[in-house]
């Protein structure tokens, strides 16, 4: 097979080729229509919610009676990774999280298997504890978004046109769930004066009786004929509200119609549920998941022409309005990627056409397109879509794959000036650089097996990169041997020059060959440099700011407004409306949405919804563009500190990756609530003190105020009341009860008991409440009762079964959350060594995820480079050859630190795979050139002049492909996310550029002890 010469084949074969090379254009049109289009590629969040009610209890009831229960019992879920909960008077929600390791194929069934442990102690919770909910499909992204205002028009009247909106919206092709925000349910209120009750003597539980027995669906038979069925349907149901009031009810002899005693009316929920606002206006929010797989834009423009009608069929005053495109927002940043692609094709272009005249730089040209069409077609194959990872790495790899079809060009055109036919000096081109080629494009795919294989979320996210560029490099070797050669024989019009056997002897390569010559005179020197070079390099290093990921361009600006413990939504919403009224008329802002109790759904991947809290609102405030929303979040941030000083307020922006609430999180854990509390207040008190960081505040902290009834239980057994029967009382006529369910239409409207305002909204009357005792007799309140105010735990956060308290900050401009996470975290070394057993501060947030990102790609690294020693040795086949090869790779962080350090650029993520990227590509040039090395001592030159002559012959291609793919990444300098990435191998292959053409050679001098002829030496002076 070393014989085989597949360009000796290809020029043997035209036709043949040239069949292939129309249908992989062909296939590569049709595919780049039909792959799919993303903002960002999919990546698995492996986290399920549970959510538990036990209406009555505490916080701390709640966490000791319900979650620490299921958390125990999770404990023994296979793949934990770790239990976070909240528990709050009532409620509980816990969220477990599985493994990165766990495989995306397994989540689903880990699911299961979770809810299935949960369900099987239910039985062992306390009564009264409701069934737990599941939310498995946490992950759902709903990216179109609509909301519909109406001026004049009820909150219901909304509803159903947003219900009718919905099953349209339901039956469109691709749409796998539609659902509405912001809905306001209806209830039918029987409210009763406290002190009519107790005067007319009547129970309570007569009236409840009395309407769920009139109300009741009951069957009333069915009379079966010879030839029919007759069922029998009895009247007396509720079909009106004024049916209700006229229901009457015996009590003491004497009979009373229910609306005489009481006022019934049909009113919105109360306390109301969560709202959703647009602009300032009330609203329903109409949000679309896709199916996936689906492509969204073909998505967009269906549901764009199905709004259309909609509109039309809308009444006078009705409004829809789009919140959330997500179809526009892909459009728009693959339209600017492509355009990237475009710039970076041109540039490489130019550079062919400058260094390799018109013909030349057009067979480059003609082949760049060729091995684009061929990575179209198969990332259709492989289910890969259009989106920012896949297209940013097909930019890398165009840097990469033009560097076969130069110097396979470059090789062709010297050898048919040194007077060889076009045939030979194609067949040349390819036994003497083909498997040096090819075993540089896997070493440089080997580079990237840490992303392609690494487990955790960051990994996933960029896990195409891998694929993409292994593709392109892979296309890109087999072009240069059939294609690329075909083309030259073709089109390479270059006239032999019998006298240009020497072609390397102008006066440029005879400096270089001094130069050079002086590099190997004084290798110790060199080395000796090289090395200071690179520790400074290492220290450098240090300097620079840390990011596992850098935020989106997104215009959106998240705020979010959070009242203390124990505030009512109608607090909230009170204050969002005075925020919002600040933001109309903003010169900065296109339009904003925002949620009262709830948060925004997920929108987009990396964002992370908030549940139902009543002291919770979320502002989404899109900017007219990106330095507006910069601005807009100066502005806004200001005027919420002066304007609003009681409300604890937090403005983020969409990050691109895995993201977290605030950039600066640290974790306090431990047994005792006290002593964790009283921990996190002093890791506060240190964190406020960097200037980096603002808005430091703890994700709980204050209690929230309760009244305490102690019962005289005495008292009450004599009065035959129990606990039990006054909490239901109590809940009945402050809170409500639901009696019975009015029933129109496809509507089912719950019917509460309470009592009047005045009775159940003023604290100070609790004391006067009347306490039906039987018999038609009340007794007050504070006569079995004593009455005090207390406060308690309104909220408990644990992880991993002990309560924890996460002190985050916000982080002032120019600054990096990991950065300032590495600061804050070096600062608490004193109070860290001090901690009882039992208790820890760790990170939080995306640093956390930064060092496990880290710590999984450090797991693959030496797979990585067993399988580039594997392809170096069958290269190669030498053992020192192989260690001087590896020796080279850590070189690139010299130009890699320079950069970073000019630029301002972090050290994130996405540039740990490209320092990762760039030693492959290094020991690619590396390879090449010993390889060149060898071919010089076959031809019988001595082991000095092989090393320079091997240098001066390939300047020219490692320099132009060098400098293609240098070139070829400042489209990307710009780019929030690529920048940092692309600066890091555009610099770092810039100086191990000069590395491999003047220190490379001195270090294969150095290890095989090369001597230079005795007229160097004299002539020179120096000795080796």
Not at 413 to 427: H, L, N, P, T, Y
Request: hydrophobic share 45%.
């Amino acid at each position: 097979m070393s014989n085989f010469n597949l360009t000796e084949w290809t020029l043997k074969h035209k036709q043949f080729v040239w069949f292939f090379i129309i249908l992989f254009f062909a296939a590569g049109i049709a595919s780049y229509k039909n792959l799919g289009r993303m903002e960002d590629p999919d990546f698995t969040i492996k986290q399920m919610v549970v959510t538990v009610a036990w209406p009555g209890a505490t916080a701390r009831q709640v966490e000791d009676q319900v979650t620490d229960k299921i958390e125990k019992k999770l404990q023994d879920l296979p793949g934990l990774d770790f239990l976070k909960s909240y528990s709050v008077p009532g409620f509980s929600v816990i969220y477990v999280n599985v493994k990165e390791t766990v495989p995306k194929a397994e989540i689903r069934n880990k699911w299961v298997e979770a809810r299935n442990m949960v369900n099987d102690i239910k039985g062992t919770l306390p009564t009264g504890v409701l069934a737990p909910e599941f939310n498995d499909r946490f992950d759902e992204v709903y990216g179109v978004v609509y909301a519909l205002t109406g001026d004049g028009y009820t909150y219901e009247e909304m509803r159903e046109k947003g219900e009718k909106i919905r099953r349209i919206l339901s039956g469109v092709s691709s749409v796998k769930k539609v659902n509405l925000l912001g809905v306001q349910k209806e209830k039918i209120y029987i409210e009763i004066e406290n002190s009519k009750l107790a005067q007319l003597g009547i129970d309570p539980n007569l009236i409840s009786a009395a309407i769920q027995s009139q109300n009741a669906m009951t069957p009333a038979g069915m009379i079966e004929t010879s030839s029919d069925n007759i069922y029998l349907r009895v009247t007396g149901m509720f079909e009106k509200v004024e049916d209700i009031r006229n229901l009457p009810i015996q009590a003491n002899g004497r009979t009373i119609r229910l609306g005489d005693i009481a006022k019934i009316s049909r009113a919105y929920a109360d306390p109301n549920d969560p709202k959703f606002f647009y602009n300032g206006e009330p609203a329903v929010g109409i949000s679309l998941a896709m199916e996936p797989g689906g492509n969204i834009l073909e998505l967009g423009e269906t549901l764009e022409s199905t709004i259309k009608q909609i509109q039309k069929s809308l009444p006078a005053g009705m409004e829809i309005h789009q919140t959330v495109n997500q179809p526009k927002v892909v459009k728009t940043s693959i339209d600017e990627f492509i355009k990237s692609l475009v710039e970076a094709i041109v540039i490489v272009l130019i550079v062919s056409f400058i260094s390799l005249g018109i013909h030349s730089g057009f067979i480059v040209a003609l082949c760049i397109p060729f091995v684009i069409a061929i990575v179209f077609t198969f990332m259709n194959f492989m289910g890969i879509e259009l989106q920012r990872i896949s297209l940013g790495a097909l930019i890398i790899a165009l840097g990469l794959l033009v560097d076969d079809a130069i110097i396979t060009i470059e090789t062709m055109m010297v050898k048919i000036e040194q007077g060889w036919s076009r045939f030979d000096a194609a067949c040349f081109s390819y036994t003497s650089t083909a498997y040096p080629r090819l075993t540089g494009e896997l070493v440089t795919c080997a580079g990237f097996i840490p992303v392609g294989f690494a487990a955790g979320g960051g990994s996933e996210y960029c896990a195409t990169i891998f694929s993409v560029i292994t593709i392109a490099l892979l296309a890109s070797w087999i072009v240069a041997g059939t294609v690329t050669p075909l083309l030259g024989y073709l089109f390479i019009k270059i006239k032999p020059n019998h006298q240009a056997e020497n072609v390397h002897d102008s006066k440029f390569y005879l400096l270089f060959r001094q130069v050079l010559n002086r590099f190997l005179l004084n290798r110790k020197v060199v080395l000796l440099t090289t090395v200071g070079c690179f520790f400074a390099a290492v220290a450098l290093m240090g300097l620079i700011k840390l990011e596992f990921f850098p935020s989106s361009t997104r215009p959106e600006l998240i705020v979010q407004l959070k009242l203390q413990e124990g505030a009512t939504i109608k607090n909230s919403e009170e204050i969002a409306r005075q925020f919002a009224q600040q933001l109309d008329g903003d010169p900065l802002i296109s339009y904003y949405t925002y949620h009262v109790g709830e948060g925004a759904p997920r929108f987009v991947l990396s964002f992370e919804p908030s549940f139902n809290k009543p002291n919770f609102s979320e502002f989404i405030i899109v900017a007219k563009d990106y330095n507006a929303r910069n601005q807009l979040e100066a502005k806004v941030s200001k005027m919420l500190k002066s304007d609003f000083p009681d409300v604890q307020v937090h403005t983020k922006v969409i990050g691109n990756g895995p993201s977290a609430d605030y950039p600066v999180m640290l974790r306090v854990n431990g047994y005792e609530h006290e002593k964790v509390r009283e921990i996190a207040q002093q890791v506060e008190t240190i964190m406020a003190r960097n200037p980096n960081v603002k808005n430091v505040n703890l994700n709980w902290n204050e209690k929230s105020k309760v009244m305490h009834l102690e019962i005289d239980q005495d008292k009450a057994r004599m009065l035959g009341v129990t606990s039990q029967a006054l909490s239901g009382a109590l809940q009945t006529q402050v809170s409500g009860a639901p009696l019975s369910e009015f029933r129109e239409s496809d509507k089912t409207i719950s019917m509460v008991f309470r009592l009047a305002d005045h009775d159940r909204k003023d604290p100070s009357r609790m004391k006067d409440l009347n306490i039906h005792i039987g018999n038609g007799k009340y007794v007050p309140l504070d006569q079995i009762a004593k009455i005090t105010f207390e406060m308690e735990e309104g909220l408990v956060y644990r992880q991993n079964l002990k309560p924890m308290i996460n002190v985050q900050a916000e982080i002032i401009p120019g600054a990096t959350g990991d950065s300032v996470a590495e600061q804050i975290y070096s600062q608490l070394d004193d109070l860290r060594a001090t901690l009882p057993i039992g208790y820890s501060i760790e990170y939080d947030g995306t640093k956390e995820d930064s060092v496990a990102a880290a710590g999984y790609i450090a797991e693959t690294i030496p797979a990585m480079i067993v399988t580039i020693m594997i392809l170096l040795m069958i290269q190669l086949q030498n053992i020192p050859k192989m260690i001087l090869t590896l020796l080279t790779a850590p070189l690139g962080l010299i130009g890699v630190s320079i950069g970073l350090f000019v630029t301002g650029s972090p050290m994130g993520f996405v540039v740990q795979l490209g320092i990762l990227a760039l030693a492959g590509i290094i020991m690619r040039n590396t390879i090449i050139l010993m390889d060149q090395i060898d071919q010089q001592l076959a031809e019988g030159d001595t082991l000095w002049d092989a090393i320079i002559n091997a240098t001066v012959i390939r300047f020219r291609p490692i320099l132009l492909t060098a400098a293609a793919a240098i070139l070829g990444m400042i489209p990307l300098f710009s780019n929030m996310f690529w920048g940092p990435m692309a600066v890091t191998i555009a610099a770092g292959l810039a100086g191990a550029t000069v590395l491999t053409l003047l220190v490379l050679p001195v270090m294969y001098a150095a290890l095989y002890k090369a001597r230079p002829p005795v007229s160097d030496v004299v002539n020179t002076g120096h000795s080796v």
